[in-house]
């Protein structure tokens, strides 16, 4: 019996075909939280501001 038959290697094919996409996906998705979380760090850094009327908005959060 052949282990290499033509239907063999279609399907192996296939599978690559479809298991590349997939992993370049997760790649991806595992890369992009890290450079997102370095971005918004330097941004949360000049553009926030807690002020006083702030500080009532949570504190009448936290008071539901």
């Given at each position: 019996m052949k282990s290499n038959t033509p239907a063999r290697d279609r399907?192996?094919?296939?599978?690559?075909?479809?298991?590349?996409?997939?992993a370049a996906t997760a790649v991806a998705a595992v890369a992009t939280p890290a450079l997102a979380s370095e971005g918004k760090a330097a941004e949360a850094d000049t553009n926030y501001r807690e002020t006083d009327h702030v500080r009532?908005?949570?504190a009448s959060l936290r008071g539901l």
């Open positions: 399907r192996d094919l296939l599978k690559m075909l479809v298991a590349a996409p997939i009532r908005y949570y």
